[in-house]
Every structure is written in structure tokens, then in C-alpha cells.
Nanobody, 120 residues
Framework: QVQLEESGGGSVQPGDSLTLSCEVS????????MGWYRQAPEKERELVAT???????NYADSVKGRFTISRDNAKSTVYLQMNSLKPEDTAVYYC??????????????WGQGTQVTVSS
């Protein structure tokens, strides 16, 4: 079955960098759109970045210029490079895959999340 497994989270200080990885199994990865979302304590889950099957990217204003989303189709993996981390980036980060076998249907799959904590 389809599985998404995040890794790379941890605790860092403000200004540090982290790279998150999400490995996908059980699907044709290269044909699917991918995204990173996050959920901070007492807040709703929010979009961080997306990347289409063709490599087009989009970012939330709060991370634009600091975060970079990329994908390696040969490894069935999507990455989130996070630079200049701030305390407000603290959240559980989730990987999402969107699968559209036909134009009128879309299925979404989520990973279990990885914790990122930024503090002094």
C-alpha cells in the first residue's frame, strides 16, 4: 500500500538549518504532486510548500526565501531544505502526496509527521 515516511526533524537553535525528507512507496511517485504542511501547537495545519509533478513550486509567505522544496524522482523522495530557522517554525511537519488517476478524482496521502523545534 501507499506509505509516506518523513525524517530529518529535530531540535535546533534560531538561524540553524534542517533538511526534511519524505520517502514514498507504493505509488508512481514521479507523476504525483507533493507538499509539505505543518501544524504548530494550538494552530491549524497550514501549507508550507508544494511541488508539482513537473517541478513547479509554491511557498507560504512565511517561509519564502528561507525554505526550498525539491524532489528526486529516482529516489521517490521529496525534500524540504529549511534555512534561517525561527522559533515560529516550530511545528510538526507533514508530507502529503496527491494522486489523480483520472482528472475528476484526487486522492491524498499523508505521512505521520516529524517534529521540528527551534529554540535558544
Amino acid at each position: 500500500q501507499v506509505q509516506l515516511e518523513e525524517s530529518g526533524g529535530g531540535s535546533v537553535q534560531p538561524g540553524d538549518s534542517l533538511t526534511l525528507s519524505c520517502e514514498v512507496s507504493g505509488s508512481i511517485f514521479r507523476r504525483n504532486a507533493m507538499g509539505w504542511y505543518r501544524q504548530a501547537p494550538e494552530k491549524e495545519r497550514e501549507l508550507v510548500a508544494t511541488i508539482s509533478a513537473g517541478g513547479f513550486t509554491n511557498y507560504a509567505d512565511s517561509v519564502k526565501g528561507r525554505f526550498t522544496i525539491s524532489r528526486d524522482n529516482a529516489k521517490s523522495t521529496v525534500y524540504l531544505q529549511m534555512n534561517s530557522l525561527k522559533p515560529e517554525d516550530t511545528a510538526v511537519y507533514y508530507c502529503k502526496m496527491s494522486v489523480s488517476p483520472v482528472v475528476e478524482r484526487t486522492y491524498e496521502y499523508w505521512g505521520q509527521g516529524t517534529q521540528v523545534t527551534v529554540s535558544s
